[in-house]
């Protein structure tokens, strides 16, 4: 009763407070299969962020967000109308998973379906708008007609045999809309629906002795032949009206790691359907659909395994969503890829802007350090570390390097120009560097790590020594702020402690204790008082003379606060956390002045930028948004 009190009271005070100003988003799940399509009308891009469907004009690239969604987005499909767009998702186990339809136009829910179990696989609209076909995944293997008009379930039956696996793509017909296809692991169906009787009912493929696992379907025009897509690398073919295997090829040289995503478009020429393949492997090649003998110069590498491929009109530009997080556009005459979206393909861990610059801010996440150009949200440089995780970045203040901590137990410097490697600092501590700061002379870098260790380097142009150790917390060490004389820093840590350190003596100053596991920590620019945020939802403000706090509010209705920041006169901080709410409120009054929602997943950490316009914001679903600094 109190969680819903304190919960109510949240909904009433944040109904007063202004909305913040989404400027952009930069991210792309692209592990959801068929996640990246392009609307009917050629301008459009839709694809999946988290639980919020992204629409981005190709041109302009201006997004809009389709947000209603209480877990990550599994799967998306758009009318061929594109009247209506749907997308399915994935819940915890035993929950049953919403399958939403928007109205393109209005950018708004039509109606949402709510049958599955689980995770809803894949989806797919009859060609006139009449029906959608919704597919559930391992946990539910049930195939489900809905009726559009009436808003309602036609009918529904399981998706395949007991002696099959599980289901996974399902396509209807081009002409018809009384018929679809499904397939999965070993198993490929041809069903028609029978309105009148609401049944559906299945037909297998006889493919004779070939077993294949079927991870996409294309059917041509005419609804003469369908081809599927296996992840042996070959594609198969069948007459769609005896229900008949014909061929399969590639016969020799397969796909490696197979085929994930098909395309059909037209030769110029000839008129000739050619099927455009996207594969596991990162090839993106041509055939011809006939022999499927592959087209001499199209075929064309992308970093990461390919996921999804889709036609802007008639076929002349293609574009390729990975695995990695890449959108690329393929123009088909020339085929070379160009990457025109790149983001974080798994959650980002920490953001910085270069001292008393916010024309560039830098991200961290798995494998790889970013620097992008904040109004265009393009990305100029990336810094790759194989199968490592990237916990802390930050600039030096003379601009020469980018210092970095890594879940290796290593520190390393980077030139903010190349991106190649500066320095590296081994064996920085035991259990991974978890936070770091510099001094403003850039002379020193003080690390935090993963037993509790806080510890002070000096750094000159050909050596790195250690200075201290200081063996205080007990905890992983999350934040580490240093303040602008150089003398003192301070650190937050895991085991409910922010230790304030003499950077002189190498002695703590000061303790602070609290019921909470600290997750960021920050000085007011005045510097003579501490803001914290931790697990227990609140934001407390301490004193940094005898470590006495002064003020404790509610941050949050619900998860911990994990990132704050404050501007630099003081008169404003930001916070995010689990809640997946930016909020700016006033420093000496405490109050919320405005709320940004767009994340679908926990916000890691927050930062204004340094000339207080922007606000940007990341978060574990691998978004980093920028909003608009509101005063």
């Not at 250690?466 to 060490?477: N, T």
Request: hydrophobic residues 35%; neutral net charge.
């Amino acid at each position: 009763t109190l969680l819903y009190t304190i919960k109510f009271e949240f909904a009433m005070a944040e109904e007063t407070v202004k909305e913040l100003e989404l400027v952009s988003t930069i991210g792309f799940n692209g592990s959801v299969p068929h996640g990246l399509l392009v609307h009917p009308d050629g301008e459009h891009l839709i694809y999946p962020l988290g639980c919020t469907v992204v629409i981005e004009n190709i041109k302009t690239h201006e997004q809009r967000f389709l947000s209603g969604h209480t877990n990550d987005v599994s799967c998306l499909a758009v009318s061929k109308s594109g009247k209506y767009v749907a997308s399915g998702q994935v819940t915890h186990m035993g929950f049953k998973a919403d399958v939403i339809v928007w109205d393109f136009e209005a950018k708004g829910p039509y109606a949402t379906f709510t049958l599955h179990k689980v995770k809803v696989e894949a989806l797919a609209f009859s060609p006139s708008d009449k029906f959608l076909v919704t597919l559930g995944g391992r946990d539910d293997s049930s195939v489900v007609v809905w009726d559009l008009a009436s808003k309602e379930a036609l009918c529904g039956a399981p998706s395949a045999l007991q002696s099959a696996g599980t289901v996974y793509t399902v396509q209807f017909m081009n002409t018809t809309d009384d018929k679809f296809v499904t397939g999965g692991n070993k198993t490929l169906r041809i069903w028609e629906v029978d309105t009148h009787n609401r049944k559906i009912r299945p037909q297998e493929c006889d493919l004779g002795q070939l077993k294949r696992d079927v991870r996409c379907i294309l059917i041509d025009d005419n609804d003469e032949f369908l081809y599927a897509g296996t992840t042996s690398g070959d594609i198969l073919q069948i007459t769609i009206r005896t229900h008949l295997f014909m061929q399969y090829g590639p016969t020799k040289d397969k796909y490696a790691l197979g085929v994930h995503s098909i395309a059909m478009v037209k030769d110029g020429d000839s008129s000739e359907s050619i099927l455009i393949v996207a594969t596991g492997g990162g090839i993106v090649g041509a055939l011809k659909a006939g022999s499927f003998k592959p087209i001499a110069g199209k075929e064309c590498k992308v970093a990461g395994g390919a996921t999804s491929i889709t036609v802007r009109g008639v076929g002349h530009q293609l574009f390729v969503g990975v695995n990695k997080g890449n959108i690329y556009r393929i123009n088909y005459f020339d085929f070379k890829p160009t990457c025109i979206n790149s983001c974080h393909y798994s959650g980002v861990l920490d953001v910085a802007f270069p001292y008393g610059c916010g024309d560039l801010f830098a991200t961290c996440s798995k494998e790889n350090i970013r620097i992008w150009v904040t109004d265009t949200s393009n990305e100029v440089l990336r810094i790759n570390v194989p199968n490592m995780f990237c916990h802390g970045v930050c600039f030096m203040a003379d601009g020469h390097s980018i210092i970095s901590a890594w879940n290796d137990g290593k520190i390393r410097a980077f030139k903010p120009q190349s991106g190649n490697a500066l320095y590296t600092i081994h064996d920085a501590h035991k259990q991974g560097v978890t936070a770091i700061a510099t001094t403003t002379d850039s002379k020193r870098i003080v690390s935090g790590g993963g037993e509790g260790q806080v510890r002070v380097w000096d750094i000159s142009a050909n050596r790195q020594e250690m200075k201290a150790a200081m063996k205080e917390h007990k905890g992983v060490v999350t934040s580490i702020k240093i303040r602008a004389n150089n003398m003192e820093c301070v650190s937050a840590s895991d085991d409910g402690t922010c230790i304030i350190w003499d950077l002189h003596r190498f002695v703590r100053n000061q303790i602070i204790f609290a019921n909470t596991l600290f997750k960021a920590v920050c000085y007011q620019p005045a510097e003579t008082q501490l803001l914290t945020g931790g697990s227990d939802r609140k934001i407390s403000y301490w004193e940094t003379l005898d470590g006495s706090q002064i003020r404790e509010m509610e941050g949050s209705a619900e998860g911990s606060i994990n990132g704050l920041d404050i501007s630099l006169d003081g008169n404003y901080f930001v916070s995010g956390g689990n809640s997946r709410k930016v909020k700016v409120w006033r420093y000496n009054e405490g109050e919320v002045t405005h709320v940004g929602l767009g994340h679908s997943g926990d916000i890691t950490r927050v930062k204004i930028c340094p000339v207080s316009q922007h606000i940007v914001s990341v978060s574990a679903d691998g978004a980093i948004l920028r909003w608009k600094y509101p005063f």
